[in-house]
C-alpha cells in the first residue's frame, strides 16, 4: 500500500499545483500588454535581440503545450500564446526563448539533459515491467529489482537535472521581459508569479519521483519483504 500512498499525494500534489497554474495563467491572460505585441511577436524579437536567427516560432495546438524543441529549432507556442498579447503570453513566449539561448550558449544542465534523452526514454520503456517482475520475484532474483531500480533512477535524475533547466529559463526570461520594457513592474510580478506555479509542477514531479525510487530501494533491501 505504500507505493500507492506515495502516488496519491504526488497525484494530489501535481493536480493543486497544475490547477493553481491554470487558474492563474488565466487570471493573467486578462492583462493585457500596452505595446500590443502578441507572444510571437515577443519571442522573435527575444530571439533576434539574442542573436539568434536559427530559430522559427511556430503555433502547436493544445493549452499549456509550449516548449522549445533543440532538434528542430522551434519556439512551440499554443495557439494562446501565439495570438496573446497579455502578461500570460509574454511570460511563456519569453520562457520558451530562454531555452533557445540556453541552447545557444550550450547551458550544461540542458546539454546534459539532451544526453540523457535516449537513455531516460529506454528506462521509461521498460521500467514498470522490471520493477513489477523484480517485486513479484525479490526472494528468488533480487537483481532484476536492482535492474529496475537503475532504470528508475535514470528518469528521477532526468528530473532533477530539469529543475535548473526550467529556473534558468525562468530567470531569463524575466531579465529580458524587464530590459525590454514589454511588461511593466505590475507585469513583472505577475510573470514572476505566473513563472513560479509553472516550475512548482516540476519541483513536484521530482520529488515524486524521488519519493518512488526510495520506496523501491526500501524494497530491494528487504524494509518492505513478506
Known amino acids: 500500500m505504500g507505493i500507492y500512498l506515495i502516488f496519491g499525494i504526488f ?13 492563474k495563467f488565466k487570471e493573467y491572460s486578462n492583462e493585457f500588454l500596452p505595446s500590443g505585441l502578441t507572444g510571437k511577436d515577443i519571442a522573435e524579437k527575444m530571439l533576434k ?10 503555433s502547436t495546438d493544445g493549452e499549456l503545450t509550449d516548449h522549445y524543441n533543440p532538434l528542430k529549432k522551434t519556439v512551440n507556442l499554443s495557439e494562446a500564446v501565439y495570438y496573446g498579447a497579455n502578461v500570460s503570453a509574454a511570460t511563456v513566449a519569453a520562457h520558451e526563448c530562454g531555452h533557445a539561448i540556453q541552447h545557444s550558449k550550450s547551458y550544461a544542465f540542458l546539454t546534459l539533459r539532451s544526453q540523457l ?11 514498470q515491467w522490471v520493477l513489477l517482475a523484480g517485486i513479484l520475484m525479490i526472494n528468488t532474483f533480487p537483481t532484476l529489482l536492482l535492474i529496475g531500480i537503475i532504470l528508475f533512477a535514470t528518469t528521477t535524475l532526468f528530473s532533477f537535472i530539469t529543475l535548473p533547466v526550467e529556473f534558468d529559463a525562468s530567470r531569463r ?54
Open 117 to 127: 534523452v535516449p537513455v531516460v526514454e529506454f528506462s521509461s520503456r521498460w521500467m
Open 173 to 226: 526570461a524575466l531579465v529580458w521581459l524587464d530590459n525590454s520594457g514589454v511588461v511593466n513592474s505590475i507585469g513583472h510580478s505577475k510573470a514572476q508569479d505566473a513563472l513560479k506555479w509553472a516550475a512548482l509542477t516540476y519541483v513536484v514531479a521530482a520529488l515524486g519521483s524521488l519519493a518512488s525510487l526510495l520506496y523501491y530501494i526500501m524494497i530491494y533491501l528487504g524494509g518492505d519483504r513478506r
Open 49 to 58: 535581440q539574442n542573436g539568434i536567427d536559427d530559430v522559427v516560432v511556430i
Open 11 to 23: 497525484m494530489l500534489a501535481s493536480w493543486l499545483v497544475s490547477s493553481r497554474l491554470k487558474s
